[in-house]
T-cell receptor, first 114, second 110 residues
Framework: AQKVTQAQTEISVVEKEDVTLDCVYETRDTTYYLFWYKQPPSGELVFLIRRNSFDEQNEISGRYSWNFQKSTSSFNFTITASQVVDSAVYFCALDTGTASKLTFGTGTRLQVTL | DAGITQSPRYKITETGRQVTLMCHQT?????MFWYRQDLGHGLRLIYYSAAADITDKGEVPDGYVVSRSKTENFPLTLESATRSQTSVYFC?????????FGAGTRLSVL
């Protein structure tokens, strides 16, 4: 069975601080995909990144970066120099390729204040 | 506008009533999904569909029915709504294993 754990329920930071959101996953499949989605206060779910299990390269997109480590089954997400607009709930998700079904973590609520 | 549209955005109903949530996508994606979002559970898959006339259960299918007669539509029906079905419902479609979500329907069952 697949499982995604986001142990941090809520994180509060002051603007311009760096923050890392943790994601740990469990699967017996060797081929899988990992995702991060953002859910701002307006409620929609916004796709941020997809990473496949064969690509352990870290990725950077502007202030966002992702660290994928198969050895620890983790796919952590770092926001550098956080901004108020980063306030949202962030979900990590796992797709083992079976009909593209996603298994979501319970989400981490990030609050960025001035 | 192209994309995935859910209707209604908000719905209040009473226990025992039948409710249908609509989902329409303009991309012609093969796969479509229904999730519910509840505090402490993240999003959980209710049903999914690989193509028109092909549907299958997800993690929490009890009390729900789906159909998919056309590729672009994937309605979700609560046959006899219960209070435990109060939730936010998200529809999604996928392309290249990336799922794109609708804006959600907030359903309250009184």
């Amino acid at each position: 069975a697949q499982k995604v754990t986001q142990a941090q329920t809520e994180i509060s930071v002051v603007e311009k601080e760096d923050v890392t959101l943790d994601c740990v996953y469990e699967t017996r499949d060797t081929t899988y995909y990992l995702f991060w989605y953002k859910q701002p206060p307006s409620g929609e779910l916004v796709f941020l990144i997809r990473r496949n299990s064969f690509d352990e390269q870290n990725e950077i997109s502007g202030r966002y970066s992702w660290n994928f480590q198969k050895s620890t089954s983790s796919f952590n997400f770092t926001i550098t120099a956080s901004q108020v607009v980063d306030s949202a709930v962030y979900f990590c998700a796992l797709d083992t390729g079976t009909a593209s079904k996603l298994t979501f973590g319970t989400g981490t609520r990030l609050q960025v204040t001035l | 506008d192209a994309g995935i549209t859910q209707s209604p955005r908000y719905k209040i109903t009473e226990t025992g009533r039948q409710v249908t949530l609509m989902c329409h996508q303009t991309w012609s994606h093969s796969y479509m999904f229904w999730y519910r979002q509840d505090l402490g559970h993240g999003l959980r898959l209710i049903y999914y569909s690989a193509a028109a006339d092909i549907t299958d259960k997800g993690e929490v299918p009890d009390g729900y029915v789906v159909s998919r007669s056309k590729t672009e539509n994937f309605p979700l029906t609560l046959e006899s709504a219960t209070r435990s079905q109060t939730s936010v419902y998200f529809c999604a479609s996928s392309e290249a294993q990336i799922q794109y979500f609708g804006a959600g329907t907030r359903l309250s069952v009184l």
